[in-house]
Nanobody, 118 residues
């Protein structure tokens, strides 16, 4: 059974930093594009950042220059370093694994809450 287990969420003040981690199991990690999505109350889930097995990254415009996504293909993990956090970054953050060819193989973690307070 595929599992994506997130950790690292929490409460932080404006301008602070958090690091989210996601550990994947029961998938051939190198076949998957790994991503972080977020969903704020009353809003649609949105892509924050993604990374291919080769290390090609994509970021939402709202987080460019502040967030960094990285993966460790040997440990089957993906991390999201979030710096200079803003109130509008408050959301539930989800880890996602999308197979690079088979679109039906699309898996989600349970989500971790990130709250940025003033």
């Amino acid at each position: 059974q595929v599992q994506l287990v997130e950790s690292g969420g929490g409460l932080v003040q404006i301008g602070g930093s958090l690091r989210l981690s996601c550990a994947a199991s029961e998938i051939t990690f190198s076949n998957y594009i790994m991503g972080w999505y977020r969903q704020a109350p009353g809003k649609q889930r949105e892509l924050v950042a993604s990374i291919t097995s080769a290390g090609t990254t994509t970021y939402a415009d709202s987080v460019k220059g502040r967030f960094t996504i990285a993966r460790d293909n040997a440990k089957n993990t993906v991390a999201l370093q979030m710096n200079s956090l803003k109130v509008e970054d408050t959301a539930v953050y989800y880890c996602n694994a999308k197979h690079r060819l088979l679109r039906t193989r699309d898996y989600w973690g349970q989500g971790t809450q990130v709250t940025v307070s003033s």
